[in-house]
T-cell receptor, first 112, second 116 residues
């Protein structure tokens, strides 16, 4: 699986949009981009994933560049409860047996 | 989304004893489950892939005789830390994907092990 690069930490004001970048310059054509987050002392929570088109769900939006070498997770209106470590992971296809390898992630601190 | 439950949520044991952690998929069947370990302020490290009805596949550097994994049914995988030592104290997390599903992995709440 391709590696990803994320900034170690970011701050965001409550109510503002949080934009979390991720570089995955060696991504392969059949690899998806997944985003998970982990609130302190809890298991990771799935946020969103995509292949090449932009995706949106009730939690966030995922913007993938045309060359697929980078992506941005957008939390449109960050709240204090969004403070967590956000992991960007690339993973082959969508098979149930394909493991997720976590990098170091970005610690997002939402400030009141 | 689908629910994965771990038990116990936390456990304290004496050095030298063995501890079993259960991972259950509550509303779906999972032919494959994954076990992770996480030390304080570090990321999740994949330990092994648990396959229903067959032997687990361990990541490099993970002792299979130390961390016994059993996946006896489509909804249950267990991790046993044998002869635990203080350095085994960690947060253990499992995940599973629904057989035949989209491949999205669902994670348990984690189990915190403290070895005295």
């Amino acid at each position: 699986d391709a590696k990803t690069t994320q900034p170690p930490s970011m701050d965001c004001a409550e109510g503002r949009a949080a934009n979390l970048p991720c570089n995955h310059s060696t991504i392969s054509g059949n690899e998806y981009v997944y985003w998970y987050r982990q609130i302190h002392s809890q298991g990771p929570q799935y946020i969103i994933h995509g292949l090449k088109n932009n995706e949106t769900n009730e939690m966030a939006s995922l913007i993938i560049t045309e060359d697929r070498k980078s992506s941005t997770l957008i939390l449109p209106h960050a709240t204090l409860r969004d403070t967590a470590v956000y992991y960007c992971i690339v993973r082959v296809a969508s098979g149930a047996t394909n493991k997720l390898i976590f990098g170091t992630g970005t610690l997002l601190a939402v400030q009141p | 989304g689908a629910v994965v439950s771990q038990h116990p949520s936390w456990v304290i044991c004496k050095s030298g004893t063995s501890v079993k952690i259960e991972c259950r998929s509550l509303d779906f069947q999972a032919t494959t489950m994954f076990w992770y370990r996480q030390f304080p302020k570090q990321s999740l490290m994949l330990m092994a892939t648990s396959n229903e009805g067959s032997k687990a596949t361990y990541e490099q550097g993970v002792e299979k005789d130390k961390f016994l994994i059993n996946h006896a049914s489509l909804t249950l995988s267990t991790l046993t830390v044998t002869s635990a030592h203080p350095e085994d104290s960690s947060f253990y997390i499992c995940s599973a994907a629904e057989a035949g599903g989209t491949g999205e992995l669902f994670f348990g709440e984690g189990s915190r092990l403290t070895v005295l």
